[in-house]
Nanobody, 113 residues
Framework: VQLVESGGGLVQAGGSLRLSCAAS????????MGWYRQAPGKQREFVAH???????MYADSVKGRFTIARDNARNMMYLQMNNLKPEDTAHYYC????????WGQGTQVTVSS
């Protein structure tokens, strides 16, 4: 499974961004797809995930602001991020579970105050 993220960038606080993750390879066996993020000097943390059946979970810090979605027909996953805060600044990674965890290279999100 190969994962490629896009859509990161620089945005002012209160703004929005949409991240995309394109999956290729042995995608038919993908169950969970999700997003994690890592800020400088911090551990990688869970942001959101969505299962093949559509079950969704969010980190408390992003509930009500971020929306995860999955388009199985296009092998894509998205993260709509609204009302961004400076503390959302991080490198965002797409991940997928089949028989193990796969990770993309990530995309940088920077939120200025």
């Amino acid at each position: 499974v190969q994962l490629v993220e896009s859509g990161g960038g620089l945005v002012q606080a209160g703004g929005s961004l949409r991240l995309s993750c394109a999956a290729s390879g042995s995608i038919s066996s993908i169950n969970i797809m999700g997003w994690y993020r890592q800020a400088p000097g911090k551990q990688r943390e869970f942001v959101a995930h969505i299962t093949a059946g559509g079950t969704i979970m969010y980190a408390d810090s992003v509930k009500g602001r971020f929306t995860i979605a999955r388009d199985n027909a296009r092998n894509m996953m998205y993260l709509q991020m609204n009302n961004l805060k400076p503390e959302d600044t991080a490198h965002y990674y797409c991940t997928a579970w089949t028989t193990g965890w796969y990770w993309g290279q990530g995309t940088q999100v920077t939120v200025s105050s």
